[in-house]
T-cell receptor, first 107, second 114 residues
Framework: GIQVEQSPPDLILQEGANSTLRCNFS?????LQWFHQNPWGQLINLFY???GTKQNGRLSATTVATERYSLLYISSSQTTDSGVYFC?????????FGQGTELSVKP | KAGVTQTPRYLIKTRGQQVTLSCSPI?????VSWYQQTPGQGLQFLFE???????NKGNFPGRFSGRQFSNSRSEMNVSTLELGDSALYLC?????????????FGPGTRLTVL
């Protein structure tokens, strides 16, 4: 089945810094989504981005399906951005997740 | 519009018992899927239901089962609980199908098996 590799696995930032999270896929990318898991475990939708670029405030995402990767940009990071970020793609009727990037933003 | 709701939020069971978790999708959503999250295995797909039928199933033993009702609400059941079943169980809903629509997740049920 499809393999989803997220990098980096961990990231520590100073408040105000920018960062880029990456997702690589071993197979074709379908219906890609980015999520932020809050401290209580809920997955919060960030982007539904099968292809192209979208922006929402300080966050933006780009998916290049032909090259099997997606990027999540966080600008001017805030302590509330801390948590785990997941990308996921569908294959064979299943949603397959990466292992996540754990982001810690220090004040 | 209300989001996906899951009950209960927390559950403690002992080995050998069985458990039933409930998920109510966003109004109008007809597809419900379930996921297990553990520190070792990450987020893994359990199954998807649509129109009261299981449409896809992940790689889990038969102790894990589910069903969907005519109002799209779904339940999942785990029988003969094992310590390794301790996990966060998440459900997600989408309009028509997991494979083509954006997924929206509930807050999860945290199951502890003692």
């Amino acid at each position: 089945g499809i393999q989803v590799e997220q990098s980096p696995p961990d990231l520590i930032l100073q408040e105000g810094a920018n960062s880029t999270l990456r997702c690589n896929f071993s197979d074709s990318v379908n219906n890609l989504q980015w999520f932020h898991q809050n401290p209580w475990g809920q997955l919060i939708n960030l982007f539904y981005i099968p292809s192209g670029t979208k922006q929402n405030g300080r966050l933006s995402a780009t998916t290049v399906a032909t090259e099997r990767y997606s990027l999540l940009y966080i600008s001017s990071s805030q302590t509330t951005d801390s948590g785990v970020y997941f990308c996921a793609s569908t294959q064979g009727g299943k949603l397959i997740f990466g292992q996540g990037t754990e982001l810690s933003v220090k004040p | 519009k209300a989001g996906v709701t899951q009950t209960p939020r927390y559950l403690i069971k002992t080995r050998g018992q069985q458990v039933t978790l409930s998920c109510s999708p966003i109004s109008g959503h007809r597809s419900v899927s379930w996921y297990q999250q553990t520190p070792g295995q990450g987020l893994q797909f359990l199954f998807e239901y649509f129109s009261e039928t299981q449409r896809n199933k992940g790689n889990f033993p038969g102790r894990f089962s589910g069903r969907q009702f005519s109002n799209s609400r779904s339940e999942m059941n785990v029988s003969t609980l094992e310590l390794g079943d301790s996990a966060l169980y998440l459900c997600a809903s989408s309009l028509e199908r997991l494979a083509g629509d954006e997924q929206f997740f509930g807050p999860g049920t945290r199951l502890t098996v003692l």
